[in-house]
């Protein structure tokens, strides 16, 4: 893009969002989705290939990184997730890129790489935690996991935003 006396005009965008995508058992949802996603083929290879369960499980593990790449650009969601009725957005609200979400993807199995912490319980005795943080994958794509239901929100915050934005093109050159 380029104005009236040919300087050519970057576009930047910095976003100042301020919607948390979080909400109430969205780990445990996630991760119960992607056993909804993974449980079929495994069991496909065990009974029907006969395969052992740990090369059931690694060869799951691939087809569903592609599985969940194809439906979530296509869909937005994998069967897992349209049952917990979320959905992967990329920064503009819409569905990801075949290569974005092909990257979330993949990046999953670090979320199988659990996390400790030290939590004290209401009777004040001290534990362990371990915890699996579903959330690393889209931090690195650039992606999110919202509930259907919060995306028309989402969407018309996004549209508020950007209507309160000047275009690029309103802009005086410098001289």
Known sequence: MADKYGHRIFEEYEYDFKYNPYFKNSETQRLF????????????????????????????????????????????????????????????????????????NILCLINLFPTFTDHQDRTGVWKTVMNFNMYLNNKFAKTYIVKEKMLKEIKQMLEEQTANTQNPSDFAPVN
């Not at 994998?78 to 990329?90: E, N, P, S, W």
Request: charged share 20%; hydrophobic share 55%.
């Open 33 to 104: 989705a992607k056993t909804i996603d993974i449980l079929p083929w495994i069991l496909i290879l065990i009974f029907l290939f006969n395969l052992t369960v740990l090369q059931s499980l690694l060869i799951s593990i691939a087809i569903v990184i592609v599985y969940g790449a194809i439906c979530e650009t296509i869909f937005g969601k994998t069967l897992g997730k349209k049952i917990f009725r979320l959905i992967v957005v990329d920064d503009f609200a819409h569905k990801p890129s075949l290569s974005r979400s092909l990257k979330r």
